[in-house]
């Protein structure tokens, strides 16, 4: 996942993509509250190397101020260019617009960074606080109506202005975006416009708030060893840990991931235990109880309908999707639904093959969706002759990262790391990385956030804190974060292949950020539509099984031994395995997620209608497999409450390249300096200063080619 955090307020509407950062609430904070900003380290940029930001200066009440007072800059800043006297050129409207808000920039990209990464009280009273003055600030600047009139008529000149192509497309980007925010309504309907912004900010808030309370409320206590059979030693230990954490000293707890299907299940023997956790699982947040989100998901439902409709579309998804390189609703529904029947299919042979191993052990029961993973271990052990666990051992933490991760980046592009630890952290499981180029020069600050902590939101991401711009001759500094279970104090923390996986696709997010090298901050690194920014983090996957990398990081953490070659032709052979059932569950949350976007919101249920309204899209799509549930339900499916709303279809959209992508490095030879060359001089250096897909092509040499995705899911017709 990526996270554009600078923005990740107003964005998660999916309103558009501006990076005027936020804006300012348009009634100006009274005098008195005016806060003295001479000791606030965001007051200037950081002199840390890179801007690196001071984590051990900023405190949770400086944000406040910072953002007020960046909100008040930026404010003035954007009235000056609207009221010049000058007419409008390039430089004094539009490089001055990319100019304005850095002392907002700088303090919002932290503030939700840590928002996201390390949260506390503060923060979130802080993030309630300051979400609906953050959507009508940058409402105050898209909808003025002088600033406007310039844009559009630097944009109607646009081809005699002599300008380069990126500076060309850095006019057109700044109109489409102030159209696409409501620059062409009428005065009552700005005013509706900018209601609806707040309150969507406001519902965005209370959900993400809601749901990081309610997972760690519905982690599932148990009391004794002997019903955690099956989880390894180190695991047990760790739910023990977690329950002395919680003051339930003696009990075991499970923490639940973000995803409905929980990894402690593939090893409970308990049928019971499993079944607690399944349903802890998948009933979060619609259960009833504090932290019950429905309410505000039909409500973010119905808003985001009224919204679209008011600027002119069918839908939600009609309006987002015209942005990204899906451009269409109907381009979408017809690639989801030219994948759903064969994944079911598949998934259905699957069942049958687990249904099979539990009638062999006269188990005696249906196989239910908390069977699924534990069963689907035993198949694996079975055909493929071993089970995930035998793997962690040759997935150590520092192995993966250095050996792995590094070593395939390093081979590919040169660029080397090193860490250090004279730089400030948030937490001290932070590690931070200087990424030297192949040319010998500083690149980029890398940090490595990658342990669970109840503070922190579930799944995987990367962020920045600072993007590269020749504008502002500023270097990357980029962040990724995971959520790996810590092991008790001295153990060694083994990976899963899942998020060994994750780690190198989080990276490819990261490369994406560290290789740009654009003039304007608008198109830095992942700046480019959603469907197409899974992509180079998909392509970065393919490295953890490449023999060569998987060789040179998978070591037995104990011996140092080299994972055995027969085992790594049992992974590689096993990675169709099970694919039916996850790319139903995908597409079930896929399809989910189009069905809250494509309606009016006359159709929008209420809150008790919720989960109706969900099974009715799942069943409607052909995807209501009941092994299968979704990979998120409605009520914790953070994804699409944030900047995913009808967006969740570009992991697949995005596949389509990258599975297309990885047979051009195959044809090409694999790991090799001028492949990595190559993708980084067309492609992840280029950022958003070129249509996305002219970008593609540039790398391929051609239009992408859906085949090798359909052979990698194991979705063509037989
Ligand atoms: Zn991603």
Same mark, same amino acid.
């Given at each position: 996942?990526?996270?554009?955090?600078?923005?990740?307020?107003?964005?998660?509407?999916?309103?558009?993509?501006?990076?005027?950062?936020?804006?300012?609430?348009?009634?100006?904070?009274? !005098?008195? &509250?005016?806060?003295?900003?001479?000791?606030?380290?965001?007051?200037?940029?950081? @002199?840390?190397?890179?801007?690196?930001?001071?984590?051990?200066?900023?405190? +949770?009440?400086?944000?406040?101020?910072?953002?007020?007072?960046?909100?008040?800059?930026?404010?003035?800043?954007?009235?000056?260019?609207?009221? &010049?006297?000058?007419?409008?050129?390039?430089?004094?409207?539009?490089?001055?617009?990319?100019?304005? $808000?850095?002392?907002?920039?700088?303090?919002?990209?932290?503030?939700?960074?840590?928002?996201?990464?390390? @949260?506390?009280?503060?923060?979130?009273?802080?993030?309630?606080?300051?979400?609906?003055?953050?959507?009508?600030?940058?409402?105050?600047?898209?909808?003025?109506?002088? %600033?406007?009139?310039?844009?559009?008529?630097?944009?109607?000149?646009?081809?005699?202005?002599?300008?380069?192509?990126?500076?060309?497309?850095?006019?057109?980007?700044?109109?489409?975006?102030?159209?696409?925010?409501?620059?062409?309504?009428?005065?009552?309907?700005?005013? /509706?416009?900018?209601?609806?912004?707040?309150?969507?900010?406001? #519902?965005?808030? *209370?959900?993400?708030?809601?749901?990081?309370?309610?997972?760690?409320?519905?982690?599932?206590?148990?009391?004794?060893?002997?019903?955690?059979?099956?989880?390894?030693?180190?695991?047990?230990?760790?739910?023990?840990?977690?329950?002395? *954490?919680?003051?339930?000293?003696?009990?075991?707890?499970?923490?639940?991931?973000?995803?409905?299907?929980?990894?402690?299940?593939? *090893?409970?023997?308990?049928?019971?235990?499993?079944?607690?956790?399944?349903?802890?699982?998948?009933?979060?947040?619609?259960?009833?109880?504090?932290?019950?989100?429905?309410?505000?998901?039909?409500?973010?439902?119905?808003?985001?309908?009224?919204? !679209?409709?008011?600027?002119?579309?069918?839908?939600?998804?009609?309006?987002?999707?015209?942005?990204?390189?899906?451009?269409?609703? /109907?381009?979408?529904?017809?690639?989801?639904?030219?994948?759903?029947?064969? !994944?079911?299919?598949?998934?259905?042979?699957?069942? !049958?093959?687990?249904?099979?191993?539990?009638?062999?052990?006269?188990?005696?029961?249906?196989?239910?969706?908390?069977?699924?993973?534990?069963?689907?271990?035993?198949?694996?052990?079975?055909?493929?002759?071993?089970?995930?666990?035998? #793997?962690?051992?040759?997935?150590?933490?520092?192995?993966?990262? /250095?050996?792995?991760?590094?070593?395939?980046?390093?081979?590919?592009?040169?660029?080397?790391?090193?860490?250090?630890?004279?730089?400030?952290?948030?937490?001290?499981?932070?590690?931070?990385?200087?990424?030297?180029?192949?040319?010998?020069?500083?690149?980029?600050?890398?940090?490595?956030?990658?342990?669970?902590?109840?503070?922190?939101?579930?799944?995987?991401?990367?962020?920045?804190?600072?993007?590269?711009?020749?504008?502002?001759?500023?270097?990357?500094?980029?962040?990724?974060?995971?959520?790996?279970?810590?092991?008790?104090?001295?153990?060694?923390?083994?990976?899963?292949?899942?998020?060994?996986?994750?780690?190198?696709?989080?990276?490819?997010?990261?490369?994406?950020?560290?290789?740009?090298?654009?003039?304007?901050?608008?198109?830095?690194?992942?700046?480019?539509?959603?469907?197409?920014?899974?992509?180079?983090?998909?392509?970065?996957?393919?490295?953890?099984?490449?023999?060569?990398?998987?060789?040179?990081?998978?070591?037995?953490?104990?011996?140092?031994?080299?994972?055995?070659?027969? %085992?790594?032709?049992?992974?590689?052979?096993?990675?169709?395995? +099970?694919?039916?059932?996850?790319?139903?569950?995908?597409?079930?949350?896929?399809?989910?997620? *189009?069905?809250?976007?494509?309606?009016?919101?006359?159709?929008?249920?209420?809150?008790?209608?919720?989960?109706?309204?969900?099974?009715?899209?799942?069943?409607?799509?052909?995807?209501?497999?009941?092994?299968?549930?979704?990979?998120?339900?409605? &009520?914790?499916?953070?994804?699409?409450?944030?900047?995913?709303?009808? $967006?969740?279809?570009?992991?697949?959209?995005?596949?389509?390249?990258?599975?297309?992508?990885?047979?051009?490095?195959?044809?090409? $030879?694999?790991?090799?300096?001028?492949?990595?060359?190559?993708?980084?001089?067309?492609?992840?250096?280029?950022?958003?200063?070129?249509?996305?897909?002219?970008?593609?092509?540039?790398?391929?040499?051609?239009?992408?080619?859906?085949?090798?995705?359909?052979?990698?899911?194991?979705?063509?017709?037989?």
């Amino acid at each position: 996942m990526k996270n554009r955090l600078a923005v990740a307020l107003a964005l998660a509407l999916g309103l558009t993509a501006p990076l005027f950062a936020a804006d300012k609430a348009a009634t100006a904070a009274p !005098a008195a &509250a005016k806060a003295d900003m001479s000791h606030n380290p965001f007051a200037k940029p950081s @002199t840390l190397p890179f801007q690196y930001p001071a984590f051990d200066k900023i405190k +949770n009440e400086h944000f406040v101020p910072a953002m007020e007072a960046g909100m008040t800059e930026q404010r003035a800043e954007m009235d000056a260019i609207a009221d &010049a006297k000058d007419a409008p050129t390039f430089d004094n409207t539009i490089v001055a617009m990319e100019k304005s $808000g850095q002392l907002l920039n700088r303090a919002t990209t932290v503030f939700f960074n840590l928002s996201g990464a390390n @949260t506390n009280d503060d923060i979130e009273k802080i993030q309630a606080e300051m979400a609906p003055k953050l959507s009508a600030h940058q409402d105050a600047i898209a909808l003025n109506a002088k %600033l406007f009139a310039r844009i559009q008529a630097l944009y109607d000149k646009r081809d005699t202005l002599g300008l380069d192509a990126e500076g060309k497309r850095l006019i057109e980007r700044y109109y489409t975006d102030f159209v696409r925010a409501g620059a062409k309504l009428n005065d009552a309907d700005k005013t /509706k416009l900018k209601e609806m912004n707040a309150e969507l900010a406001s #519902l965005q808030t *209370q959900f993400s708030q809601n749901l990081l309370k309610e997972n760690n409320a519905s982690a599932i206590v148990v009391d004794s060893k002997d019903e955690l059979k099956g989880l390894s030693d180190a695991a047990i230990a760790g739910a023990a840990e977690a329950a002395k *954490q919680r003051k339930l000293e003696g009990k075991y707890v499970i923490a639940l991931q973000n995803t409905s299907g929980q990894p402690a299940l593939a *090893q409970l023997e308990n049928r019971a235990v499993r079944e607690r956790l399944q349903k802890a699982s998948v009933n979060r947040a619609s259960h009833g109880g504090d932290f019950d989100t429905r309410a505000i998901v039909a409500k973010v439902a119905k808003l985001r309908a009224e919204r !679209a409709a008011l600027l002119g579309y069918e839908n939600h998804a009609a309006y987002t999707l015209e942005d990204e390189t899906a451009k269409t609703v /109907k381009a979408v529904n017809d690639r989801l639904a030219q994948l759903a029947p064969p !994944a079911v299919a598949n998934a259905k042979k699957e069942a !049958a093959e687990l249904q099979a191993m539990i009638d062999k052990e006269k188990g005696g029961f249906q196989l239910a969706p908390w069977d699924w993973s534990f069963y689907a271990e035993k198949v694996r052990a079975e055909k493929y002759s071993f089970d995930q666990n035998q #793997l962690r051992p040759y997935f150590e933490l520092d192995n993966v990262l /250095k050996n792995g991760v590094f070593f395939a980046a390093n081979k590919l592009y040169g660029i080397s790391f090193k860490e250090r630890k004279d730089l400030p952290v948030y937490n001290p499981d932070v590690r931070v990385f200087d990424v030297t180029d192949a040319n010998g020069k500083p690149l980029a600050i890398f940090l490595v956030d990658y342990y669970a902590r109840d503070n922190k939101r579930g799944g995987a991401w990367m962020n920045e804190y600072v993007s590269q711009s020749g504008l502002f001759g500023t270097h990357p500094v980029v962040a990724n974060h995971l959520n790996i279970p810590k092991p008790p104090k001295g153990e060694p923390t083994l990976l899963s292949f899942d998020e060994v996986n994750t780690a190198f696709h989080e990276f490819g997010h990261a490369l994406h950020g560290m290789f740009s090298n654009v003039k304007y901050p608008r198109f830095s690194g992942t700046s480019v539509p959603r469907d197409f920014v899974e992509y180079p983090s998909q392509v970065n996957e393919m490295w953890a099984t490449w023999p060569e990398v998987l060789k040179n990081y998978a070591k037995h953490y104990k011996t140092g031994e080299a994972i055995p070659q027969e %085992l790594v032709d049992k992974v590689l052979a096993a990675e169709k395995f +099970n694919q039916g059932f996850a790319t139903t569950e995908y597409l079930g949350a896929a399809l989910l997620d *189009q069905s809250w976007h494509q309606i009016k919101a006359s159709q929008a249920p209420e809150a008790a209608g919720v989960l109706d309204f969900e099974a009715a899209a799942l069943k409607k799509a052909g995807v209501d497999f009941a092994p299968v549930p979704p990979r998120y339900r409605s &009520a914790y499916f953070s994804h699409i409450m944030g900047g995913y709303a009808a $967006g969740y279809y570009a992991y697949i959209w995005s596949e389509v390249l990258d599975a297309d992508s990885v047979e051009w490095f195959k044809e090409n $030879g694999g790991l090799q300096r001028k492949n990595g060359d190559h993708f980084r001089q067309t492609l992840l250096s280029r950022g958003g200063s070129e249509d996305a897909m002219q970008l593609f092509k540039d790398f391929r040499g051609r239009d992408p080619d859906v085949k090798p995705l359909l052979e990698r899911r194991g979705l063509t017709a037989k």
